[in-house]
């Protein structure tokens, strides 16, 4: 395996951004993650690694790594950029705090601006530009997925971990995430079980979202690999002949085909929430135009706002914008959830065109309704109803015979033809039985 500085032509202005999330702790998420940052370096590659973890789950923890300053703080105007970032081995530089990056449409306009604009600078120092997204399923974690170019999904044969990879796709999917993630198999026993892991989670992902995923590769179940956790040595620095460390180089190959088939990028992380913020900015001036000579009547602001709502998600605004204020609107709504507001709730969930959405999504969503409705009334389980009695059954005719003495039976067997049928006989048994005193 070749391990000399990769001699591509990959412009530098234009990083390769790839995310790795595993929407679950404990799968391996930040060990992928730093390995690969690491293994990347060490063949050459200008690497920074975006830490979107927190806690004694980060990557400047698991490398004992002091981080002092970090990317919330430069957002805040609190020091420059360059002095957050921290530097591992072979030049791996590291900027911790790489969560607070969902803070910035909250933050001043122009604040937020200036500090995209020197992250945007610095990401075009590099090669790649690695994610560390942290875990779960939140808002923040899906941005940074939705802010690379390739989502990497780390999944284990924990079946809880199945559960939530999948969650994580499907969330992405319902904000407007098109791009197909790519799946490492990590703590796999070999080939067969890390196909078979994929396959399982892939054809979830086929049959009840209608998409598919990629297989990137497996990392094998590795004590070495389990001991670097508690060393803090991470398995990318041993010797390229070590095993542990083989099967990351052999990931990062696989990494670089996977991302020379993907269209050329045309920005980074920090284009990705300038994006965010033009698109943001751009409605809220338009809702300042608007809003000049607006009635001032409870009834005539109610009405211009429902206006305003119908005419901006009437437009093909970003996914996790909708998404946004739908939140918002519902958390709205849930402020004081008497009778009226249920009404409300009732009333446009039967006004909804269902008829319009596909078998398979209506499937869906009448089990979702299901699930809620025991959410919202649970069964009561300490007082079951009793359960229906059946009404009973017409008694067999055998049930109603009195045979009579051993001889009066015998003696009318011998009476009936040898194809009798049973009902037949029955009858007969009876007939005997019933001229009995």
């Not at 679950?24 to 370096?41: P, Q, R």
Request: with cysteine; aromatic share 4%.
């Amino acid at each position: 395996m070749a391990l000399q500085p990769d001699t591509d032509k990959h412009n530098l202005n234009h990083p390769h951004t790839v995310a790795i999330a595993g929407g679950v702790g404990g799968v391996g998420k930040t060990s992928v993650a730093l390995n690969l940052g690491l293994t990347l370096a060490r063949q050459g590659k200008r690497v920074l690694l975006l830490d979107g973890d927190s806690g004694p789950s980060s990557v400047t923890a698991r490398l004992g790594l002091e981080a002092g300053r970090d990317l919330s703080g430069v957002l805040e105007a609190q020091y420059a950029l360059e002095e957050a970032l921290l530097t591992a081995d072979y030049d791996l530089d590291i900027l911790p705090g790489a969560a607070g990056l969902h803070r910035c449409p909250d933050m001043d306009q122009r604040d937020a601006m200036t500090a995209l604009a020197a992250l945007d600078e610095l990401e075009r120092g590099y090669h790649y530009v690695i994610l560390d997204t942290g875990s779960g399923t939140d808002l923040p974690g899906l941005h940074m997925v939705a802010s690379a170019a390739l989502a990497c999904m780390v999944v284990t044969p924990d079946p809880d971990s199945l559960k939530q990879v999948f969650s994580l796709v499907r969330n992405l999917r319902k904000r407007g995430y098109r791009r197909v993630p790519s799946v490492v198999v990590n703590m796999a026993s070999g080939a067969s079980q890390a196909q078979s892991i994929f396959q399982r989670l892939d054809g979830a992902v086929g049959r009840h979202l209608g998409d598919s995923l990629h297989y990137l590769g497996a990392l094998w179940r590795d004590e070495t690999l389990r001991q670097s956790v508690t060393t803090g040595v991470p398995v990318a620095t041993l010797p390229v002949s070590d095993p542990s460390c083989r099967q990351f180089h052999t990931l990062a190959d696989m990494l670089d085909v996977r991302l020379s088939r993907l269209p050329p990028e045309k920005s980074g992380v920090a284009g990705y929430w300038q994006s965010v913020l033009r698109r943001r900015h751009k409605t809220e001036l338009h809702h300042q135009e608007e809003s000049v000579g607006r009635p001032g009547s409870e009834e005539e602001r109610l009405s211009a706002a429902m206006d305003e709502l119908d005419s901006v998600l009437g437009e093909r605004i970003d996914p996790m914008l909708r998404y946004e204020a739908f939140n918002r609107f519902f958390a709205l709504l849930g402020r004081n959830l008497d009778a009226d507001s249920i009404e409300f709730i009732q009333t446009g969930l039967a006004a909804m065109p269902w008829e319009k959405m596909p078998p398979a999504d209506r499937q869906h969503m009448a089990t979702h309704l299901w699930h809620l409705a025991d959410q919202i009334a649970p069964p009561e389980s300490d007082n079951p109803k009793p359960a229906a009695v059946p009404s009973a059954a017409p008694e067999p005719l055998f049930d109603r015979i009195s045979l009579g003495e051993q001889e009066r039976l015998v003696r009318a067997l011998r009476e009936q033809p040898a194809d009798v049928s049973i009902d037949q006989l029955l009858r007969a048994l009876a007939s005997h039985g019933g001229g009995r005193s």
